[in-house]
């Protein structure tokens, strides 16, 4: 197997990236990079914010941060959900160790739906537009995976051993 520096944690939103990678991150004494949170920082917006300035802006932005961000070694990286959703970024990270969060439906509906940080669920019934996207980013994702991990009522520790196991052969 490679000799992997960098994971990157692919899948939609509520799929647990954010919570997963912080603690990933803690176990192997790497760094933890959200590229939300970075984006946030960067720009002083909201995610929010920057999808009001359209979403093609905001994918630009994602894109130019995660040309940053893969340069980096020793790093797990929780990617926006619709970072697939670009060919440049699909390309970076078909290069890369991504680690696909294969979350279900219904669980991502759950997790989500009183959550109203998330730009593309504020318009319509969020079940139907978290299917829409989901149908159109799933393939994506698991093109993109080297590992997927079920995430449907998975206590987290189990995840990060099962990453954790997988790149330590």
Excluded at 20 to 39: H, P, Q, V
Excluded at 49 to 67: I, P, T, V
Aim: a negative charge; charged letters at 30%; one cysteine or more.
């Amino acid at each position: 197997m490679e000799n992997i520096k960098q994971i990157f944690l692919i899948g939609m939103m509520g799929s647990g990236k954010s919570t997963l990678g912080s603690m990933l991150a803690d176990k192997l004494n790497w760094t933890f990079i959200d590229i939300d949170t970075e984006l946030e920082k960067d720009h002083g917006l909201s995610i929010n914010d920057m999808f009001n300035n359209g979403e093609s802006n905001f994918r630009s932005l994602e894109s130019k941060k995660l040309e940053k961000i893969v340069l980096k070694n020793h790093i797990v990286c929780a990617t926006g959900g619709g970072i697939v959703e670009e060919d440049v970024n699909r390309k970076i990270l078909n290069q890369s160790f991504c680690v696909y969060l294969d979350t279900s439906l219904d669980v991502l509906h759950e997790r989500v739906k009183h959550d109203s940080s998330r730009p593309l669920l504020l318009k319509g019934d969020k079940k139907d537009l978290l299917r829409d996207i989901f149908n159109n980013r799933e393939e994506k994702y698991k093109s993109l995976s080297k590992l997927n991990i079920n995430t449907d009522n998975v206590d987290i520790i189990d995840s990060c051993k099962t990453i954790m196991e997988y790149i330590s052969e």
